[in-house]
């Protein structure tokens, strides 16, 4: 706690983070600088640390979790009550694990999950910097001095991998190993089920404890920090062989009475972050004339949010996207092809396959989930607005037949608005898809930009694909709709909702119908890749399937 407590410990997982290192955090930090969100994640660590109870396992003990963790057909499912209390701290005698990357993993911290994500624990595990500096030094890659330095700069034990560890139903791929491991799963996999391992021995008293009070001068070092248990439990197995059976039917008689409903999928719930597009690289922007470094700003802007928002649905459900694209494989044909997942059926996934239980909640998610899943099947497809409409654009417009012309299951409307000295900045977004609900189209839109970057932030609004006109669609709408509030106090009345919708939504139609256009005027939209010149033109409309980043496609691109 000294440690992370000070200017070092916050420093060090800075500099990991500046080196392309990904820590588990609430997606609203990813936003902060990188010292800052050090600065929290050694603050997350130290609370962990100053409530946990303290486990020291002796060699017996680690051989015999150990051996289960080794044993790769046994599923150890984690539930809440797996976990021998709400945060603790182990420490193993030797390894139960030494990565590929040199680290000598020695010890493990657990605590209440972080804020943003499902239901689970947040894990962390921990190399042992002295052995790590004291083998480089063995292998003549460091002097004395050097290890003395690194055990100084770094603490005695540096922080490996921290993640988040849902309870069932979700799992992780490498407790449940149906397929078999490849790369970093596979080499992290011997450290956290030694882990859980350890967790089922200790909960269910198959090993041997002994509860030790720390000397005074300890106690109160302990007590300066504020940690909450200032004694150890010291831990052993009398027939180590007989803690592996034992743990290993423990294990199999839990994961009978839980069918996993992510599994198959590797370590849903390790969430990295898509890095931003080659092209659009902040180290990129020196290469460009300053009058056409708008571009690559308003493309970042824009995909932030967006991928904030992906990393929080997989934060809150770990692996969703995989599990509603197979359960879209399976249930083709079941819903038009133009929608990509009703909303419905995503909500009804989400109680079955995750367990959630508010409706608030569950309805809210669903929405964005919804959105996002539509998004990404196109490529994570975005256009750029850049005009008003003009009122015969509006009035005149027929959004029935969407459901036929739009090549897209969703899209991100991009706004962009030019100041009197005509540079060009990023003025927010509308995430737009479309939705099949109760055998009628209908087109939505997330207002992610004006009410806050969260899940269940974002505000959504509803358009009936019906009538001649959009003001025919939005009084059909109106007569269906719960007539919400007003955030300025009272609620809608019908009339009022209509007029409203036809206003709001008037402004983005004419674009989406733009973009559905006769091939006649496709040849004018360009991906803005090509425009910098960094990319092969490309046609429109985009290919199916999910890329790992945001492409943005512009009507009438800027000189």
């Not at 005149?396 to 969407?402: G, R």
């Amino acid at each position: 706690m000294q440690h992370l407590r000070s200017p070092y410990g916050a420093g060090k997982i800075a500099v990991q983070i500046d080196r392309g290192l990904s820590f588990t955090m609430p997606s609203q930090w990813r936003r902060l600088p990188a010292d800052e969100q050090a600065r929290r994640l050694a603050a997350a660590e130290t609370r962990r640390i100053a409530e946990a109870r303290l486990y020291a396992f002796d060699d017996a003990a680690v051989d015999a979790v150990r051996a289960v963790a080794d044993d790769m057909q046994i599923q150890m499912p984690v539930t809440k009550d797996v976990l021998p209390a709400p945060s603790g701290m182990l420490v193993f005698s030797s390894p139960v694990s030494v990565p590929a990357d040199d680290g000598i993993i020695t010890a493990a911290t657990w605590g209440p999950a972080m804020d943003g994500f499902g239901e689970g624990v947040h894990l962390s595990w921990w190399s042992d910097t002295r052995a790590y500096a004291e083998k480089a030094v063995a292998a003549g890659e460091a002097t004395a001095d050097d290890a003395e330095r690194v055990v100084r700069t770094s603490g005695p034990l540096l922080l490996h991998v921290d993640m988040h560890l849902p309870f069932v139903p979700a799992v992780d791929g490498r407790l449940y190993p149906i397929s078999e491991l490849e790369g970093q799963d596979l080499v992290s996999a011997p450290a956290i089920r030694a882990i859980v391992a350890a967790w089922y021995a200790l909960k269910h008293g198959l090993v041997t404890t002994v509860e030790m009070r720390a000397e005074a001068s300890v106690g109160r070092a302990l007590a300066a920090e504020k940690a909450k248990h200032r004694g150890v439990v010291l831990t052993t197995a009398d027939d180590a062989g007989a803690v592996t059976k034992a743990v290993a039917e423990r294990a199999s008689a839990l994961a009978a009475e839980h069918v996993p409903t992510v599994g198959g999928l590797t370590s849903p719930n390790r969430i990295r972050p898509t890095e931003t597009d080659e092209a659009f690289l902040v180290s990129r922007d020196d290469e460009l004339p300053p009058s056409a470094r708008w571009l690559p700003e308003v493309y970042r802007a824009a995909a932030h949010p967006l991928k904030a928002l992906e990393e929080e649905a997989s934060q809150r459900y770990p692996g969703v996207f995989e599990v509603l694209e197979e359960l879209r494989a399976r249930e083709f044909g079941q819903w038009p092809s133009w929608c990509w997942m009703p909303m419905s059926r995503v909500a009804t996934a989400l109680v079955t396959q995750y367990g959630s239980r508010d409706h608030d909640d569950i309805v809210q998610d669903a929405i964005v989930i919804a959105g996002l899943g539509a998004w990404r099947a196109k490529g994570r497809t975005a256009v750029t607005i850049d005009w008003i409409p003009e009122p015969q654009e509006r009035t005149e417009l027929a959004p029935a037949d969407f459901p036929d012309r739009l090549p897209f299951h969703g899209v991100e409307l991009v706004h962009t608005e030019q100041a009197d000295d005509g540079s060009v900045s990023y003025a927010g977004g509308v995430l737009a898809f479309m939705d099949y609900n109760k055998d009628r189209a209908e087109l939505l839109f997330l207002d992610h930009y004006n009410r806050g970057p969260g899940i269940r932030d974002v505000r959504e609004w509803q358009l009936l694909l019906t009538g001649s006109t959009l003001a025919e669609a939005a009084e059909a709408t109106a007569a269906v709709s719960l007539l919400p509030e007003k955030e300025t106090g009272g609620r809608w009345t019908r009339e009022d909702l209509a007029a409203h919708l036809a206003d709001r939504l008037g402004d983005y139609l004419p674009y989406l119908s733009m973009y559905a256009a006769p091939d006649a005027n496709k040849a004018a939209i360009r991906e803005a890749g090509a425009v910098l010149g960094r990319r092969p033109e490309q046609s429109w409309p985009p290919e199916p399937g999910s890329g790992p980043h945001m492409t943005m496609w512009m009507a009438r691109p800027r000189d």
